[in-house]
């Protein structure tokens, strides 16, 4: 039933064109654009594929010894992640400072302790991936919004980060960005790690179903051109204490819904009760 409402998908572009059109070959240019992330001061996610992930920021960019730093802040020392990262040898740095994404290997972590900090270094990438975003879809989601977090089956050497949009014990609804090369139904995705919040990471097999392109709109309102693209999938949890997880996170998200829900019509009845206050006392002077 579904494979009969499926819209067409779009022609998804050759994948040595695709990775050709966002590496970045020349060294100096490598050593400038981390030198910009590391003046912009925005985050950095480095993880591996088996979703160990930690939040940093590029402390320095050291070109005569060939190092990167990434500072570690204090709360992360602690983190269970920590260790998978300095034990994997196939880590993956991703930011997004201004209009542009950035992704880069930072292979070969090594935690460094000071007396006051602590820093992870790995060597400066050989190869790094830099992709520029429209001014006209960047989308800051919470810090809060589950991410699904997976490598383009068409290239995998770009690590994607994907808001989820909704999900249920079947399957989610993701966004994919208007300046990602397309995906089609019926791709399976293996390897995919939903992070639902810091303490709630599922690993996952996507089967997408169906794709929804959604129309970016001019100054005055006419579609211009297809934008961002909904993925609908269908997923297969790989450990069992995964099902168990996604449930009670489900669970509490409703209990959320409903205070909220609570909340917003207790203030809109507040909101609407105020007025007739004042305007009794008023309408009555004028009446005498």
Do not use: N
Request: net charge neutral; proline share 8%; hydrophobic share 50%.
């Amino acid at each position: 039933m579904r494979a009969d409402i499926q819209p067409a998908p779009a022609p998804a572009p050759p994948a040595a064109a695709a990775h050709d059109a966002f590496r970045v070959t020349d060294a100096a240019e490598r050593l400038a654009l981390l030198a910009q992330l590391r003046d912009s001061g925005a985050a950095v996610l480095l993880h591996t594929a088996d979703g160990a992930s930690l939040r940093s920021r590029l402390a320095s960019v050291d070109a005569g010894a060939s190092r990167l730093s990434f500072a570690v802040a204090a709360a992360e020392l602690e983190s269970p992640h920590l260790a998978p990262l300095l034990e994997d040898d196939d880590v993956t740095a991703v930011a997004h400072p201004g209009q542009v994404k950035l992704q880069f290997d930072a292979a070969g972590l090594v935690l460094v302790r000071g007396q006051a900090s602590a820093v992870l270094q790995c060597a400066l990438p050989d190869e790094m991936l830099r992709v520029q975003r429209r001014e006209t879809f960047r989308v800051c989601p919470p810090v809060t919004a589950p991410v699904a977090m997976l490598r383009h089956p068409a290239i995998p050497e770009m690590t994607l980060a994907l808001r989820v949009l909704d999900l249920s014990l079947g399957g989610c609804a993701l966004r994919l960005p208007d300046d990602v090369p397309a995906l089609a139904p019926g791709t399976r995705l293996a390897g995919v790690t939903i992070e639902l919040d810091v303490d709630t990471r599922l690993r996952v097999e996507l089967l997408l179903q169906h794709v929804t392109y959604l129309p970016q709109h001019d100054e005055a309102g006419a579609s211009a051109r297809p934008g961002s693209a909904r993925l609908g999938c269908e997923w297969r949890l790989q450990r069992p204490e995964d099902e168990r997880a996604l449930q009670r996170w489900i669970d509490q998200a409703q209990v959320r819904q409903r205070m909220s829900r609570r909340a917003a019509a207790q203030r809109a009845a507040a909101g609407a009760a105020a007025p007739a206050a004042v305007a009794a006392p008023w309408a009555a002077s004028s009446t005498a």
